[in-house]
């Protein structure tokens, strides 16, 4: 069962707005989501109970790195969740955001299984293997 005194605050009115500038980490419990109006068009925002204050806290998702790691993590309600600001990108065209959700991460193949890897040309480039360059250039030694 919900908390339903809970549900009413959190539906009752825009919580304070998370200012990446000027605020740089949100880290809280995930309350919600809703949409909200903009000058660029309905918004969807993430409302989060922040972890040092208790209050809530309205993450307007509209910066396209923001929404795109939300849509990647799928953060739950209930589950914590952080935001850091991490600047301009070097030319200024958009804002960085690092987003975790406190979750497990996999212990085991399993976990990754319906996860694509990321295909490289020499095996051990990916880790930074050094000898990789030196395979590459050395396939007459591979049996097969």
């Known amino acids: 069962m919900s908390d339903f005194r809970r549900e009413l605050e959190v539906s009752d009115a825009w919580p304070k ?3 990446p500038e ?6 809280g419990v995930v309350e919600g989501y809703e949409l909200g109006p903009s000058p660029f068009g309905q918004q ?3 409302v989060v109970r922040d972890d040092n204050t ?4 309205s993450l307007w998702l509209m910066h396209e790195v923001l929404r795109r790691e939300f849509e990647k993590l ?5 589950e914590r969740v952080g935001v850091r600001y991490v600047g301009k990108s070097e030319d200024g065209r958009y804002k960085k955001f690092r987003v975790a959700v406190d979750r497990p991460r996999p212990r085991d193949y ?4 319906n996860q694509e890897p990321k295909a ?9 293997d050094e000898s990789s360059e030196k395979r590459k250039n ?5 049996p097969f």
């Open 138 to 142: 050395n396939d007459d030694r591979i």
């Open 120 to 128: 490289t040309d020499t095996p051990g480039a990916a880790l930074g």
């Open 54 to 57: 208790g209050e809530l806290r």
């Open 17 to 19: 707005a998370w200012l």
């Open 44 to 46: 969807r925002i993430c």
């Open 22 to 27: 000027s605020d740089g980490v949100l880290i």
């Open 110 to 113: 399993a976990g990754l299984v």
């Open 74 to 78: 799928n953060p739950k309600v209930g």
